[in-house]
């Protein structure tokens, strides 16, 4: 136990910080010679909306570690206020604060998250309404109770105000599946703009849930879809994985098509390459694309196929043959990875190919570029080590 004099030198210490507190409380902070609560009048009633706006960048900038009346002064503001340009102006600052708080800020955040939901469903003016969505995506995980609003306001009238719904799904992340159907029914609208069709696509990937992956399929397939888009879904595909295998031959399918962008086409490689063996159905348009005149699609086809093993199946000679060729690619890297995929593929997969392969990684490994040798090696060790 400590001693009488300790004990009376801690309740002595925490009284004095008691009236620190009451005293930093008492003394209200201000700026350009103005304190708090007379901007906090000035937001609400400035004659002028210059003034209003000047009385909103001053509660804004002493903030709420100097005071806790500055959040509600704001949510008044954003409730309350006549003017469009101090609501949405409210909005943006909410969702900085909220975004940024600390836990020992004390900042209301569930209040600030509801009274941004609310001004996202309610308010009559679209500058408003866009301000708030996107204050939503801006505190993330902490807006996940507004998820519901969020998914309504992808039907909203005003285009701005969608897409920053859907942008800020798409931040959510996991925490958006509740609006789930709202961002793939949105997706597949035709009639919506681009731009909030990608971040729909953007979200259901990463909220990575396997009923998104029809949706995405669909629109990847429509080859007269904005490439952009489709290079969204592709992407979302690639997202969710294994859970995505069914998309395999659509994926393939975008790969190789004479049409598509290189964008298109790296997304489509990759989200094969992160299906692994179950993509197997993909394999002769990962054939095909090995000698893409993209070096990036190239490689990652080379890597895609490498994961195929056992899967190889039928295509095994060709696909082998494919790789064995890329290994005199004129690109270095595409090179290392061919070598490197022949390493992964794994002795017991290399069929009547198996001394054609060691015959050429021997060669390799005398290569005068130090890196090809060295795969080159390592590529050896690993089919030694698989038999």
Not at 68 to 74: G, N, Y
Not at 85 to 107: C, M, Q
Not at 138 to 161: F, P, S
Not at 244 to 271: F, M, W, Y
């Amino acid at each position: 136990m400590l001693p009488i004099r300790s004990w009376m030198l801690l309740v002595l210490a925490a009284f004095l910080m008691g009236i620190t507190a009451i005293r930093a409380e008492d003394d209200e902070p201000s700026l350009r010679g103005k304190k708090l609560s007379e901007w906090i009048a000035q937001l609400q009633n400035g004659k002028t909306s210059l003034d209003r706006r000047a009385a909103l960048l001053a509660v804004q900038s002493i903030g709420p570690r100097k005071s806790r009346k500055v959040t509600p002064a704001l949510i008044a503001a954003l409730r309350e206020n006549s003017d469009e340009t101090i609501r949405a102006g409210s909005a943006r600052a909410l969702g900085y604060i909220a975004a940024k708080a600390r836990f020992e800020d004390d900042v209301p955040v569930e209040k600030v998250r509801d009274a941004l939901a609310t001004s996202l469903r309610a308010d009559k003016q679209p500058s408003v309404r866009r301000a708030a969505a996107k204050a939503l995506g801006e505190m993330k995980v902490r807006a996940q109770g507004a998820v519901e609003v969020l998914g309504l306001a992808l039907k909203d009238a005003d285009a701005g105000t969608r897409a920053e719904a859907a942008a800020a799904l798409q931040q959510l992340g996991k925490d958006a599946e509740d609006a789930l159907a709202e961002l793939q029914t949105a997706l597949k609208d035709s009639k919506m703009e681009r731009l909030m069709r990608v971040h729909c696509a953007h979200a259901l990937g990463r909220i990575g849930s396997a009923q998104a992956v029809p949706s995405l399929r669909e629109v990847l397939a429509e080859v007269k879809t904005d490439g952009e888009l489709r290079r969204a879904c592709a992407e979302a595909l690639g997202q969710l994985g294994k859970q995505a295998t069914d998309a395999a031959p659509t994926l393939a399918a975008a790969l190789t098509a004479k049409d598509s962008d290189v964008g298109l086409r790296r997304a489509a490689a990759e989200a094969l390459d992160r299906m692994g063996a179950e993509a197997s159905a993909a394999l002769p348009a990962l054939q095909a694309s090995l000698k893409d005149e993209d070096q990036f699609v190239r490689s990652l086809s080379l890597h895609a196929a490498s994961q195929m093993g056992r899967e190889l199946g039928e295509q095994r000679k060709p696909t082998i043959l494919g790789i064995l060729a890329a290994m005199d690619d004129n690109v270095l890297e595409v090179r290392v990875t061919a070598i490197e995929a022949l390493g992964n593929l794994g002795a017991d997969n290399l069929g009547e190919l198996s001394k054609n392969v060691v015959e050429k990684l021997t060669a390799a490994a005398r290569d005068p570029q130090r890196v090809v040798a060295e795969a080159a090696r390592v590529a050896l060790k690993k089919l030694q080590g698989s038999r």
